[in-house]
């Protein structure tokens, strides 16, 4: 004959305590029926603990690192056109014109071109070819070569050029006179276009410089 459970209600209270606790194991129910803990919340409820891992991937990089300054282009990679060169006159000596203007003992003035400037150096770049910053063409001379000479300013007024010099003029003897003024004078007009050319040296014009030697 099958057992039959006492009718004390021992093994049902039991059973319903077995069953109670099934279905609380969740909120921390222990097989007495009583609390694991003061919290009553299911462990699947309770907020992630572990801190997020902050991003290192380029983008996250990107966001972070503030935009750096840009450098100054250097100045030598993108360096302007060159300076339009200027012409300065030198003497082709007993050439009888047959390369130049003929002048003075049977010379010719030639035109050479030199390293110029732009605006007002322009004047000072032709000059100080002639005081020795220039090279002359091949079989050419240069009357001013032997001179000291600086070239202090210059001016042009849309007409008239006017240039002051200062040190020691040179010149290796008669003929020379009139190839250093040619020299001068025309170098100084081509320079800037001018028509006429006012030469100072040690603040005499170039005239009367020239006269005293």
């Known amino acids: 004959m099958a057992k039959r459970w006492s009718g004390d209600g021992r093994g049902r209270g039991a059973l319903a305590a077995v069953a109670g606790c099934l279905a609380l194991l969740l909120s921390g129910c222990t097989p007495s ?13 309770l907020p992630a603990t ?15 690192k503030p935009n750096s300054p840009t450098a100054p282009p250097d100045p030598g990679t993108n360096a302007g056109p060159a300076a339009p060169p200027v012409t300065a006159y030198f003497v082709m000596v007993d050439d009888g014109g047959r390369h130049g203007v ?18 007002d150096a322009r004047l ?3 000059i100080g ?23 202090l300013s210059g001016s042009f007024d849309g ?10 003029l040179n010149q290796g003897g008669t003929c020379d006179l009139p ?24 603040g005499e014009s170039l005239s009367d410089y020239l006269s005293l030697d």
Do not use: W
């Not at 572990?50 to 972070?64: D, I, L, N, Y």
């Open 33 to 45: 029926g009583g609390s694991a803990g003061s919290s009553g919340a299911p462990l699947a409820l």
């Open 50 to 64: 572990a801190p997020a891992t902050p991003s290192t991937g380029t983008a996250g990089a990107a966001r972070e």
């Open 102 to 119: 003929r002048f003075g003992c049977n010379d010719s003035l030639v035109g050479s071109a030199q390293p110029g400037g732009s605006g």
């Open 124 to 126: 000072k770049a032709a």
């Open 129 to 151: 070819a002639l005081l020795g910053g220039g090279r002359p063409p091949v079989n050419a001379y240069n009357a001013l070569g032997s001179s000291r000479l600086t070239f």
């Open 159 to 168: 007409t008239t050029v006017t240039v002051y010099l200062s040190g020691t």
């Open 179 to 202: 190839r250093i003024e040619a020299q001068l004078t025309q170098t100084a007009l081509e320079a800037v276009g001018a028509i006429r050319a006012d030469i100072y040296i040690n």
